[in-house]
């Protein structure tokens, strides 16, 4: 079968799995969504590994890729306070800290008190960091780039990118 060819895809899935159980259970239930966000969990779980495997030659962990890649997209001079880097990556300050302690360890960025607040601090995105994490978007990228060529075309992956945004639209 074309993997490319729009249709039910794979007969069956572990999720199909989950939601035939409950049709025998309970037939009056419809479990569309159960289908519909069981698949993106999963898919999230799955596609994260694999772009995590895609960022370990480069001497780091999914955390620290999105600690040194939300500086990168912050624009020149790569440098946000840890509050904005907290908020942007959704964890605590306390789980920050290590993250950070880490990467300015390895020399990919450094703290350095803020000019405009005597309590603060502003975390700078070294040119070691930037060349580093330049690297490593590429190959997960094209990890998930390779897994949305295996089942979808371009037009497909488009569609289903704005079906996803409209979805989180509603539910963020």
Not at 36 to 51: K, P, Q, S, T
Not at 97 to 106: H, K, N, S, V, Y
């Amino acid at each position: 079968m074309d993997t490319k060819t729009p249709g039910p895809g794979p007969a069956h899935d572990p999720v199909d799995a989950i939601t035939d159980q409950w049709a025998a259970v309970r037939p009056d239930l419809d479990t569309v969504p159960m289908a519909v966000f069981g698949r993106i969990f999963r898919l999230a779980d799955a596609m994260g590994d694999r772009v995590g495997k895609a960022y370990a030659p480069h001497g780091m962990a999914r955390g620290e890729f999105d600690v040194l890649a939300t500086l990168r997209r912050s624009g020149k001079p790569y440098t946000l306070s840890p509050r904005e880097l907290s908020a942007t990556l959704m964890i605590t300050t306390g789980g920050m800290t290590g993250r950070l302690d880490r990467l300015e360890r390895a020399g990919l960025l450094s703290r350095n008190p803020d000019p405009n607040d005597r309590r603060g601090l502003r975390v700078t995105l070294s040119e070691r960091g930037r060349e580093l994490v330049d690297l490593a978007v590429v190959d997960g990228l094209a990890e998930q780039r390779a897994a949305l060529e295996a089942a979808l075309d371009a037009e497909e992956a488009e569609r289903l990118a704005g079906l996803l945004r409209k979805l989180l639209a509603v539910t963020a």
